[in-house]
């Protein structure tokens, strides 16, 4: 049976980080690709990793380049390209640069696989994934942005946390924007099947909420010189899983949606199905209120920031 080819566009620590997970649940032959003025560090990196092969036991070609050619015809192509936050800097601070960096990825794209999915993974993330499909033309469901993988992975984190239990015991939904327009929907957290307004009170679940808003901005802090990327890497390589394998995962991404909730032609963070074709279904659930003025107010910053990024091109 025929390998998927994926590329990782960026070879930094979400790329890198996210060709190591894909290679070890062998999810296909990988391309490591960055910019020429890294020189021959993706080849590097792909030679470093493939040889850890024997030890973890999975098989896979993988190679570090930075000429497109050698990403002809992918299946899935992820892009993590993009300066990454520091200390005081919010994801929409990056607006200007990645936008540029994100057309430039994504013509060369259109023009190497035009068959791809398109996962995206740099920030601002909305705003990208909106930039990445305008410049390759290609149909919304194709082009999907990971953030609702991370923000849940890090609520259900820190809810396992406070309880003292499973991380696998922990069943959580997160929609809107990626970072503080978030919106957590209690309707569908659950601990053990026990709805989680049973086991933490509001304000204590408030406060993990606001954490899991500012998660990213967390780790920067700490690291100082750098932002998160495991936990991004394994969320993406969930994504290319469920593309790769056809999975029909139904889990949270930031997907086109037009009549969908009403959001009106952009992209949002949604519960939706994922499998060999991209996004094959918005899943719509039935808000309460307050849900859907936080919802509300979510999309409504996605569409500032998108209309900021038009002004700047």
Known sequence: MRRAKITIVGAGN????????????????????????????????????????????????????????????????????????????????????????????????????????????SNPLDAMVQRAQQVTGFEPHRVMGQAGVLDTARYRTFLAMELGVSVEDISALLMGGHGDTMVPIPSCTSVGGIPVSQLIDPERLDAIVDRTRNGGAEIVALLKTGSAYYAPAAATAQMVEAVVRDKKRLIPCAAYCDKEYGVGGYYVGVPAIIGASGVERVVELKLTKDERVAFQKSIDAVKQLVAKMAELA
């Open 14 to 121: 979400v790329g890198a980080t996210t060709a190591h997970w894909c290679a070890a649940a062998e999810l296909g032959n990988i391309v490591l690709l960055d910019i020429p003025q890294t020189g021959d560090m993706p080849k590097g990196k792909a030679l470093d990793l493939r040889q850890a092969s024997p030890i973890v036991g999975f098989d896979a070609e993988i190679i570090g380049t930075t000429d497109y050619a050698d990403t002809l015809g992918s299946d899935v192509v992820v892009i993590t390209a993009g300066i990454p936050r520091k200390p005081g800097m919010s994801r929409d601070d990056l607006l200007t640069t990645n936008a540029k960096i994100m057309t430039d990825v994504c013509e060369q794209v259109q023009k190497s696989s035009d068959h791809a999915i398109v996962i995206v993974v």
